[in-house]
């Protein structure tokens, strides 16, 4: 996608750090057409190498379409690393958004362990 | 590099910001973003005291405070640009009306916040405002009513941000249709000056916004050639519903970003999206509950 190189990305802020026997990816901000690759550049190098990757969106305050289409395309891609990819701390609004583009059934079986995240 | 000659580079680089009458959260918010290496920052108690410094001054953002009404702010605006045309600024506002709105895009204000508003996205506003190479507006108003508004707006992503928040201001909405309409039209903007626009700056989409009573409807037109909605496979929007990743498919063998989603989203937060026979063209329609007129 030709983006323009002057869009700031510092509007997705990404923390790593080990969590028991997974990696965590804590994302703050926004999780749009601006930001959505940085997750991607981020997160899909993790796959090959973890059995288990969290994507923790409590600080996540908007989410739009490109957003939703990277988080399915790591979910792909994490299948096909045989890869446990789980979403945590859905707002309202995320989950709304997958609910309404039918995606909620897949990411509520990657997020079941959601409420016992931290 | 001798000391004169930094010196004469700090002052070829430094820029200057106003602020004015700016609360201690906006003030902290402030500091984070105008590195003092960079931004030499003067504040106003007032906009008379405001006007006076940017009458003098060139400066190459200004703030206005939350305190003043967008009407008050607006005119402070007209009169700067009065005499410094190129001047980036962006309103906070404690009361604000449509007109009031439609009258800062008219004197090329750079966004407009009323209260309450979101911190994150006012800072987000500012970086881009503060970042801006050069100041070229992007947005035309061809005309404009309250209810009524017909906008042409360059393509390119900082630009759409900006319409975005002018449309958000706008919009005399309850809050969940606010937030579903606000959306949708990002979307569907986003997808116009992608697909329609190429992201190219001599390109621009058509944007019409009318509130009638019991709905609100927008109608974007890009510039692009279109497309036929029976034939975009890559789109979340031809799934089964038992199958909302088929698309990807398609998408990963024509080389396309992961995505897809946008169509799907729109359709279903409005009640009506209707696409002209090019596809260039589309309309959003949310209805409006409307309480019961009492006779």
Known sequence: MPLDSSVPVRTLTLDTFPWEDATVVRCSGRLTVETSQALKMKVKPLLPDRRRVILDLTHLVQMDSSGLGVLVALYISAKGAKCELELVNLSPRVRELLGLTNLLRIFEDCARNGTRFP | MSTSAKLDTKLQEEKKALFIDADPEIRAMLANIFDPLVWSVRHAPDNKTALTLASATHFDFILTSEKTSGKQDVELLRQIRSVRPHTRLIILADQSTPADVIASIREHAFSYFSKPFSLPTLV???LTAAEAPC???????????????????????????????????????????????????????MNAIEHGGHFRADQYVDISYVRAKHMVMCRVKDPGEGFTLDEIEHAAIANPEEDPLRHFSYRAAKGLRPGGYGVLLVQKLVDELIYNERGNEVLLVKYLDVAPVEH
């Open chain 2, 135 to 189: 100041w070229d507006d992007g947005i035309e108003v061809k005309s404009a009513t309250p209810d009524w508004i017909r906008i042409l707006a360059r393509c390119d992503l900082k630009t759409a941000e900006r319409l975005i928040q002018f449309m958000r201001e706008i919009a005399d909405l309850p809050e969940p249709e606010r937030d579903a309409v606000a959306m949708a039209f990002r979307e569907i903007l």
């Open chain 2, 124 to 126: 987000d506003m500012v």
